[in-house]
């Protein structure tokens, strides 16, 4: 991690009201997506994996989160690429764990029908964007993941302040409502509209940024 990723980190645990809303959302989040997908994996391997990230970032200065500058002056959009980046790191030490006592209790590890049939659903921008996406990546697929994390990292600058911060509330699971409020939209309907266009746009802007660069 560069500097400026470090001391926004840090003005973040310096905060405990910030930082406690910020790892209660992100916790809800981690459980509701790995049970979505394993609904056989308990609750201390959900929060073991999810712990073992956050350390690893927070403590231990280990991982390859970046983001732009723009988004590092912008809280709402650091906390949301923030959380996607620890979601991501969850998830994969979540497998590895699954995998671990797969081989002890000599079974495979399944995907649910309830996990497999949403996961046909793309339902962020990444996996709409590259739907052959491994939601459990392998370390050989990090450096693409890496490069696709930072392509929309680009596309989410090109926004609008009110567009990014509408799309990054919405990411975190606010409510219309919710979102209206806090960035003073018209009405529930302005807000899913935009939702809607920005992403759209977002994944425009990804799949092109991504066949120039490759």
Known sequence: MDRAVRESIERLRRQPARFRCFYDKLRRDFHRLARRSYSWAYDAEIDESLNDAFVALFSQNKG??????????????FETALAAY???AGRF???????????????????DDEGES???QPDTV???????TDPFPTPEDSHEQ??????????????TVL?????????????DVEIQARVGSSSTVAVRRRVSETKT???????RDAQETS
Do not use: H, N
């Open 93 to 111: 030490k979540l497998l590895s764990r699954l995998r671990e006592r797969a081989k002890q209790e000599d079974r495979e590890v399944p995907l």
């Open 118 to 120: 949403r996961l046909d």
């Open 201 to 207: 746009l977002l994944i425009d802007c990804a799949r």
């Open 64 to 77: 390859d989160f970046s983001a732009a500058s723009q988004i590092l002056r912008d809280p709402l959009a």
């Open 163 to 175: 567009a990014r911060q509408t799309f990054a509330l919405a990411l975190r699971g606010y409510t």
């Open 146 to 159: 890496t490069r696709r994390a930072r392509i929309l990292a680009r596309c989410m600058e090109k926004l």
């Open 86 to 88: 620890l979601i991501g």
């Open 126 to 132: 990444r996996e709409a964007a590259w739907p052959d």
